[in-house]
């Protein structure tokens, strides 16, 4: 999965494309993630003895292939690919070879 913690990403398909947010959570061994503000999901808390009964909204999980990563520079959804630099195996911006960790 070429998708990370903190990466900021663009939905491309669903009912909340064209939003942008930042990868809350990565589960890589379902390919699905969770971004902030997107696949918003009402929950029903009940009621404890501490706390009151409340209407919760919180932001589902998303398939992997829904989203891309957005370039904040140039404006634009990219793809990113892998190369090996110095031993090391990083992420790049296969538009501008540009290093994205």
């Known amino acids: 999965m070429r998708i990370k913690k903190d990466d ?13 947010g930042k990868v809350l959570k990565a589960m890589p061994k379902e390919n699905r993630v969770i971004v902030e503000g997107v696949n918003i999901q009402t929950k ?22 829904n989203v891309m ?16 630099r ?5 992420r790049v911006n296969r538009k501008t070879r540009e290093i994205l960790d």
């Open 44 to 65: 029903h808390q009940k009621q404890t003895r501490t706390e009151a009964a409340e209407i919760k909204h919180v932001e589902g999980p998303i398939h992997v292939s």
């Open 8 to 20: 900021m990403v663009i939905v491309i398909t669903g009912k909340d494309k064209g939003k942008t």
């Open 69 to 84: 990563y957005y370039d904040d520079k140039a404006n634009e959804a990219v793809k990113i690919g892998y190369e090996f």
């Open 86 to 90: 110095d031993g090391q195996k990083i």
